[in-house]
Nanobody, 122 residues
Framework: VQLQASGGGLVQAGDSLRLSCAAS????????VGWFRQAPGKEREFVTA????????YYADSAKGRFTISRDNAKTTVYLQMNSLKPEDTAVYYC????????????????WGQGTQVTVSS
């Protein structure tokens, strides 16, 4: 599975962004997908995830109420809608695929995209 994240950019606090994660591979619809982020000097952290069918979603406390994950299996793409962005959301955002569900940690995901930079100015 190859993943391509896009949609990052420089925005002001309170703005919105939508990230996309385009995947290759016919089995994409069988896999859970997660978004993680890594700020400078910090460890990569979980943001949100969605199961293979799109029925179940999971959010970090920092993302609840502001971020929404969704997927379009026909387009083999997962989206991350981010609203009410804060400076502390500044990070490189990565999408990742779990070929089988094990959890919401970095180590539980098997394939990773290259990341897209999100910068939120105050």
């Amino acid at each position: 599975v190859q993943l391509q994240a896009s949609g990052g950019g420089l925005v002001q606090a309170g703005d919105s962004l939508r990230l996309s994660c385009a995947a290759s591979g016919r089995t994409f619809s069988n896999y859970a997908v997660g978004w993680f982020r890594q700020a400078p000097g910090k460890e990569r952290e979980f943001v949100t995830a969605i199961n293979s069918g799109g029925r179940f979603t999971y959010y970090a406390d920092s993302a609840k109420g502001r971020f929404t994950i969704s997927r379009d299996n026909a387009k083999t793409t997962v989206y991350l809608q981010m609203n009410s962005l804060k400076p502390e959301d500044t990070a490189v955002y990565y999408c990742a695929v779990a070929t089988r569900y094990r959890g919401l940690l970095v180590k539980d995901y098997d394939y990773w995209g290259q990341g897209t930079q999100v910068t939120v100015s105050s």
